[in-house]
């Protein structure tokens, strides 16, 4: 039988672990993708949707349905990578952001991506790009950080960044703003644009 997310978190806050499994089910890839953007290693990522996902079935009695449940889910993700991230910042973004993100345990993570194998020169340009692009990324503060990766990477809409950040609307438009043109002038002061 398919429960309705409400329904689930209902279950779960009356103690069913079963319903908590289909949640995981359900937000485990986004999450880890969103913790892997951010930490930029593997391992890291998953003990970080590991401990988000801890936090949430802890405080699941507080979650109260003023906001979607995967924006208050992706909000914990988000912050308890980014404390992950601050706590110990020997990460180097090497990883692309368009190309699968790999779980050798679990073929759940694969993403399909086009055999670009033809055209060896344009490959070979687009991963010194990407890479420096990356590198630009990882140059930025925090703040500019987590608003380039929710948007720009993951894809997030403006709204739910500001739900996932608890910040203003147009705090997140003027952050992504001034991200993006912090951005720039790495990105140009680097020779690559």
């Known amino acids: 039988m398919q429960y309705s997310e409400e329904q689930l978190i209902k279950m779960i806050v009356e103690g069913d672990n079963e319903a908590f499994g289909v949640i995981i089910e359900k937000y485990q890839n986004k999450a880890y993708a969103i913790a892997l953007r951010i930490l930029q290693n ?7 949707v590991q401990d988000s996902f801890i936090k949430a079935f802890r405080n699941m ?14 909000r914990i993700v988000t912050n308890t990578s980014l404390d992950l991230y601050r706590k110990n910042k020997k990460y180097i973004y090497d990883i692309p952001f368009d190309k699968p993100i790999t779980n050798e345990d679990d073929d759940d993570y694969y993403i399909q991506v086009e055999d670009e194998k033809s055209n060896i020169e344009a490959i070979v340009e687009k991963k010194d790009t990407v890479s420096l692009v990356n590198h630009a990324i990882s140059m930025l503060p925090d703040d500019f950080k987590e608003i380039v990766i929710l948007f720009d990477i993951e894809q997030l809409s403006l709204n739910e960044v500001s739900e996932i950040l608890k910040i203003p609307l147009g705090t997140v438009k003027s952050r ?11 990105l140009k002061k680097e020779g690559t644009f």
């Open 61 to 74: 009695k507080q979650f109260n349905f003023q906001s979607s449940f995967n924006t208050w889910l992706y």
């Open 176 to 186: 992504l703003f001034r991200a993006r043109e912090k951005l720039a002038k790495i």
């Open 42 to 48: 593997h391992d890291d990522a998953l003990d970080a």
